[in-house]
């Protein structure tokens, strides 16, 4: 699962993570301990957003305001 995660996020970019856990077919609640896991690893990094709403899909909880990207910035 923290493989399909890594390669989701390069083939995405910085994505939030309901995209993520949509993608997976997971709850969000079991990937983001997945997240945090691969950050402690240095594989992804958590991007927290500054403004209000992002221009994305409007799906993120409104005080959960961060994206996941891989650590690297491969994919930024």
Known sequence: MLKRIEAF??????????DIAAHLGA??????????LLERKGKVRRVVM????????????PGARE???LANGEAD
Not at 9 to 18: E, F, P, Q
Not at 27 to 36: F, I, Q, R
């Open 50 to 61: 500054s403004a209000p709403l992002c221009a994305g899909c409007n799906r993120c909880a």
């Open 9 to 18: 996020l390069k083939a995405h970019g910085r994505t939030c993570l309901a």
């Open 27 to 36: 709850p969000e609640s079991a990937v983001k301990p997945m997240l945090e």
């Open 67 to 69: 994206e996941w990207t």
